[in-house]
Every structure is written in C-alpha cells, then in structure tokens.
C-alpha cells in the first residue's frame, strides 16, 4: 500500500513539472514568445492546483482513507493532458486572431488561466486526498512531510527527464508518456489496496482510451495542431530546436519566419530592407566592416552588400533559423548568405560581442546593425539595453555607428509609444555621444561619437557613389526623411516626456513599455493602467510587502498563533516563486536562451526543495524564524551576485554559467523546501484534523507561489528591476522571522 502510495506522490510530481514546463512552452507561442507571461501561467497554474488542494482537503474528510479518489484523479490527469494540449494549440484559431498578428492579450489571457482550470484541479486535489490512506498507514505526523518530498522528488525527476529527452521530443508522445504514467499509477493503487471493483478499472481504460491517440497518430496530432497555429496562412514547415519552436507559415506568395510564435520577419521585405540597410550606412562615410545581428534573411544582408563592404558578419542564435531561410529563401537572398564577404556566426551576439572584446587581434566594426523586432521579450530586450550598447561602442572604430530601429507611428505618438521610444533614445544617449533619430512607420535611430552629414545632398552623393540602385531609398526619399518636421515634433515631445526610464539588463522596463502598446491595439484602458504601473517606483512594492507582513500579524494575533505555519510557508513559496521568475528571465539576459534550460532549471530548484523536506523533517516553529532569515539573506545575496554580473560585463567568461544559475535555483528550493514540515507541525499541532490542516498548509504554499508569479512576472520585476525586487522580498522575509520569533517568545 505505501508503495502504492509513494508512487503515486512520485507520479504527480513528475506529470506536475513536466505538463508545466510543455504548457508553459505551448502558451508561450501562443503568447508571441513573451517570457513575461510565463509569470500569468504559473499564476494560473498553481490558482487551480491550491484550490484543486484546498477542495481536496474538504472532499477527503468524507472519503475518509480511501484511494478511490487519487484513482479518479490519475485517470482525469490522464485524460486531460492530450484535450489541453490541442485546446492550446488552437487558441488563435478559436479566439479568431488574424493571421500574423498578435492576439488580443485580454482573451488570451482568460483562455490560458480558464483553459488550465480541469488539470490543475485534479493534480492539486491530489495531494491532499493521499495524506488520508497515507496517514492511516504510516507515522501520521511525518506523513505530509514525507508525501511532500516525494512529490518534489517526482519534479526533480520530471525536470531532468524532460531535459534531457522531452525538449525537442513529439509533444503528444509526451502527454502519451505522462498519461500513461498516470493510467499505471492508478492500477498500482487499485493493486495495493487490493481493490477489484471493476468500475474503476474501466475508468482508467478509458483514460488509456483517450490519451492512446497521443501515441499512436502523435506524428498527424503534430501536423494538425501547427497548422491550427497560424490560422489563415498555409503552414510550409516547423522545425524544433533547442533554442525554440520555429515555423515558415505563407499568406498568398509571401513566407513569413516565426520563433516561439513571435513573427520575426517575411521572406521578403524590400522597403524595409532598404530603408534600414541604406539610411544606416549612408551616414558612414566607408562602411567596410559591419556586424548584422539577427534576421538577415528578409532582405537586409543583400542591400549591406551593396556598400561594397569588405566584411559582414552576421549574427543569428539558431542555426535551425539559417538552414530554413537557406531552404526558403529566394535565390537572390540565399546569394547573400553565401557571398564570400560574409561571415555567418550561430550564437548568441552579446557573446559573440564579448569573445572579440576579449580578443586583441578583433578589428573594430564601422557600423553595427541590430535588425530585431521590437524589445518585447527578456531574449530581445537584451539588444536594447544600456549594458548591450556600451559593449556595441566598444566594439566601433572612431567614428562608427551602431542602427537600431523601432515599430512607430508617424502621425500620432501614444504615450506607450512615447515612452518606449523615449526611453531608447535616452538609453542610446547614456553611452554615446550623437544619437539621430530618423522618424516614419519605423523609428530609425542612429548613434555614434560623430553626428552623421546634415545635408541630405551628402548622403545622396555618396549613394550615387556607391553606385546604389533602390526602389525605395531613393534621392528624393532619403531628402524628404532627412528633412521631414516629424523629426523635431518627436525629439520635443520625447525631450518633454517626464516617464521613461533607461532600460537596463537589471530592470527591463521595455518589455513594460511594449506590453503597454500591446494592449492599447485592444483595450486602451488598461493600456493606461497598465502605464501608471509601469510609472511606480519602489516604494510601492516596499508598501505592498509591509501591508502583507500587517496581515500576517494581525492573522496570528491572539490564541491564532498557530496560523503562522500556513502565513509562513505561503510568504517562502511567495519568496521562492520571486526568486525562480528572476532566476529565470536572469538566465535568459546573461546566456541568451532559456527554452532547452526551463527544465532543468525547475529540477534543481525542485530537487533541492525534496533535500530542504528530508533535511527539515523535525524542524519547528524556531526553524521558521532561521528559515526566513536564511531566505532573506539568500535575496541580498543573490542581488549583488546579479549586479556583480552585470557591472563586470562578465559575458566573456559567461561559458559554464549556467550551473551557477542552477546553484542558485537548488539552494533556494532547500530552504523553502524545509519549512513546508515546520510549517505543517505548527499548523497541525491543535489541529482536529491533520490531514485537512495540511491541505490548508499545501493550499497556502501554492497561493504564496500564485501570487508572486503574478506579482513579480507582471509587474515588479520589470518596472522596478531585480535589485529593489529581492531587496523588498528580503524585508518581507525579515518581518516574517520576527513574527515567528515574537510569537516562541510569547509562548
């Protein structure tokens, strides 16, 4: 029975993190790629499963030790895995997106919190229904520490699993596999309590029924879903890679290249391609050695050639991305690809940056063109910082210029739009000495230690001498956008803007600012809401925190002393889901990718949450107040670590860095992980019901990592940064250890 049992925990932790991280994935495409909504998912998640816990909790007083209940939960998680998966695959479809564009954020976001509602439920419900009949058969007062460690084992086990074989894997053969883990724990319990009831064995067949399909037509169940992806285009091909999902969708005879579900750019864009290509390399006046970094594929790289450069290298992260644009492309551009003078490096072009940074022999660049979609995302924020611009300048000969540009609107400038472009140009500005910008249906903006020519007759002379033939950045084109009065409406209006703050690695308050245009496309009321948060500064965040140690105080005032367990095991999970989320889009600035490493992140965090449980097995009320201590002086600590990394531009020896960030995820998860048994002890100790009141603390732990998902993907951690962020939570942590000290003293 107990082993029944254990694996049972085993099995819900392992479908735990790994539907987690799938469907994390899976919503990130349909999201557009934006690692900040991986915050609104946890959120969403771990909302049902802790009221899936605390219902299971209520429910198991009537089921008394029964397994019956976990029997139907591991068939209901079975089932539901193939269901949600399709359902998230069609949401453009079903929430009418147009094709290309970015869906409507609002109902998104319902479809993803609403759509995660069934599966969350039954894996929460499953914790609390197993400590009865766990109970019942083992030492009753270690049982929900031991059931806890057991699930967070499964995690470690999920996380490295996926890691190591599900990451590029069929995703239906995934859920197949978890399904089928489900399906044969169910048995497992029927066969330990010695259960022949024939009903629900034929409820766990018809689990197998349903997730069988996820096997057996998993190839066609791909196919289908992709297409459902990209309603209204014609699906040409996805690849997977480590680096993430990658699609070629056509509308009519045009390609377009997708990464994560963010459209990166058409097969072929000649207005755009030239504008930026031939306005940024004009004002040099020799342009031989450039760096492209990203998407050389739509046009751009063909008309730098046209400069006669003697070097181009161009920069893209995924080699998948080039052998696509290699099979898609038009000759013309292919041609470009292949010319000798360019250099085609797969990498990661901060890292690419650092290496020549690094090296004596490197020549300097005459101009860097960073060709990207807008900073909407950790991965692309990261181009658009001032630390990536300083490393850039390093990088440019004495009077070379680095291009950038932005989506803009010519004709009327919205505050988001105002701020995001204001806070680019102050970031430019903060590195170097002469920042041009260039307005029209994209903002050009070009910066250097020189001003470039003033006359446009200057910029059309050494086109001509150039021999340049466009049909776009023409003469009379290059005169009118040189001259054009938009220029100085925009700089004052961006001169007079009193909002918009730098962009650093540390606080990437673009991502904000692109979020808040985002919404203006479909609900301009939040879009201004959504402003007036990104405007606060920390001493909302500090208030915010003071208010919930208030509420902590005034909850355990009195004879509610032992309400401290489940205040304090929900302020660690919150500190703890902080923590992760920085961890996270962290490892996303410093090493450039996060999609093959989310698991393997979470499995560290998760195994060193199983270590915390065993090691914190006897641990008290006393061990809540070290516990909090520890964690607060874990978020001081990891601060300096982040600012350290930053501040050393340490992206040269960032090789290997990636097992720090696992340190820190493993110690973290330790110390969280040993408070859940202190906090259940203290909770359960007057208790009438033991096994309900760790559903309550179980409950609390999924609501404190709920709301610091939310609080921290959403808001704190790009509006206020990661050093005010951690310096907050270690206040938090502070006046927790100080209530659980106060009240031993009392006692």
């Not at 309900?692 to 998902?709: F, H, I, K, M, R």
Request: net charge positive; charged share 15%; glycine share 10%.
């Amino acid at each position: 029975m107990k082993k029944a049992l254990a694996f049972s925990y085993l099995a819900l932790g392992i479908t735990s993190v790994v539907a987690q991280v799938l469907l994390i994935r899976e919503l990130l495409v349909a999201f557009g790629g934006n690692e900040f909504f991986i915050g609104w998912t946890l959120f969403a998640w771990l909302f049902w499963t802790g009221l899936g816990a605390r219902a299971g909790g209520r429910f198991g007083a009537g089921a008394g030790t029964s397994h019956r209940p976990l029997v139907v939960c591991h068939a209901c998680a079975a089932a539901l895995l193939p269901a949600l998966l399709i359902a998230v695959r069609c949401s453009r479809t079903l929430l009418g997106t147009v094709p290309g564009a970015a869906p409507d954020l609002g109902p998104a976001a319902a479809f993803a919190f609403v759509g995660l509602a069934p599966l969350g439920l039954a894996l929460g419900a499953q914790f609390a229904l197993g400590l009865r009949p766990w109970r019942a058969r083992t030492d009753a007062e270690r049982a929900p520490g031991r059931a806890y460690a057991l699930e967070t084992l499964g995690f470690a086990v999920g996380g490295g699993l996926f890691a190591a074989w599900f990451a590029v894997a069929n995703e239906f053969r995934v859920v197949g596999w978890l399904g089928g883990l489900n399906v044969l724990a169910g048995f497992a319990l029927c066969a330990g309590f010695r259960d022949r009831s024939a009903a629900f064995r034929l409820v766990l067949l018809l689990a197998l029924a349903a997730v069988a399909p996820a096997w057996l037509k998993a190839a066609r169940l791909e196919r289908w879903t992709d297409a459902r992806r990209f309603p209204g285009q014609f699906l040409v091909e996805t690849r997977r890679s480590i680096y993430g999902h990658l699609a070629v969708a056509a509308t009519d005879r045009q390609l377009a290249y997708f990464e994560n579900g963010l459209l990166l750019g058409a097969e072929d864009e000649p207005q755009a391609s030239e504008t930026f290509a031939h306005f940024s390399l004009l004002a040099h006046p020799a342009p031989k050695r450039i760096l492209l970094i990203g998407n050389g594929f739509n046009g751009v790289l063909g008309e730098i050639l046209k400069h006669a450069p003697e070097r181009v290298d161009y920069v893209e992260l995924d080699p998948e991305l080039i052998a696509l644009a290699r099979k898609h492309a038009a000759p013309v551009r292919r041609a470009a690809l292949d010319d000798p003078r360019v250099h085609v490096e797969c990498g990661d072009g901060r890292r690419f940056l650092a290496r020549r940074a690094a090296d004596p022999a490197a020549a300097p660049y005459d101009a860097v063109l960073v060709n990207l979609p807008a900073p909407g995302t950790a991965l692309l924020n990261r181009f658009y910082t001032r630390e990536f611009f300083r490393a850039a300048r390093r990088q440019l000969a004495p009077g070379g210029l680095l291009a950038v540009r932005l989506p803009f609107s010519p004709d009327y400038v919205g505050p988001e739009l105002e701020n995001l472009g204001a806070s680019l140009e102050r970031t430019l500005r903060a590195e170097f000495a002469t920042t041009t910008i260039l307005p029209d249906y994209d903002i050009l903006y070009l910066a250097s230690d020189v001003a470039p020519p003033a006359a446009p007759e200057e910029w059309i002379a050494r086109g001509a001498a150039r021999g340049l033939r466009n049909d776009f950045a023409v003469p009379p084109a290059i005169a009118e956008r040189l001259t054009t009065d938009r220029i100085g409406q925009v700089r004052a209006a961006f001169a007079a803007n009193r909002t918009a703050q730098i962009n650093r690695d540390e606080r990437p308050i673009a991502c904000a600012y692109v979020g808040a245009y985002w919404l203006r496309a479909y609900h301009p009321g939040a879009a201004a809401f959504a402003m007036r948060l990104a405007e606060a500064r920390w001493p909302w965040g500090a208030a915010s925190a003071a208010l919930a140690a208030a509420g902590m105080a005034w909850a355990t005032r009195g004879r509610r002393t032992r309400r401290i367990g489940p205040w304090a095991q929900g302020i660690g999970s919150f500190s703890l889901m902080a923590i992760e989320m920085i961890l996270l889009l962290a490892f996303q600035s410093f090493c450039g990718y996060l999609y093959h490493w989310l698991a393997l992140i979470l499995a560290a965090l998760m195994l060193g949450m199983a270590a915390g449980t065993a090691l914190g097995a006897r641990a008290s009320r006393r061990g809540l107040v070290v516990l909090h201590g520890l964690l607060a002086l874990l978020s001081v600590a990891l601060a300096f670590f982040l600012h350290a990394l930053v501040a050393q531009d340490a992206w040269a020896t960032a090789r290997g860095a990636e097992w720090i960030f696992l340190a820190w995820a493993a110690l973290a998860g330790g110390v969280v992980g040993a408070e859940f048994p202190a906090a259940n002890r203290v909770y359960a100790a007057e208790a009438a019901d033991a096994a309900e009141a760790a559903g309550v603390v179980y409950a609390a732990d999924l609501a404190g990592s709920c709301l610091g998902a939310l609080w921290i993907g959403l808001w704190s951690l790009p509006v206020l940064g990661a050093g005010p962020t951690l310096a907050i939570l270690a206040g938090l942590n502070v006046a927790a250890a100080f209530l659980a000290g106060r009240q031993i003293n009392e006692n």
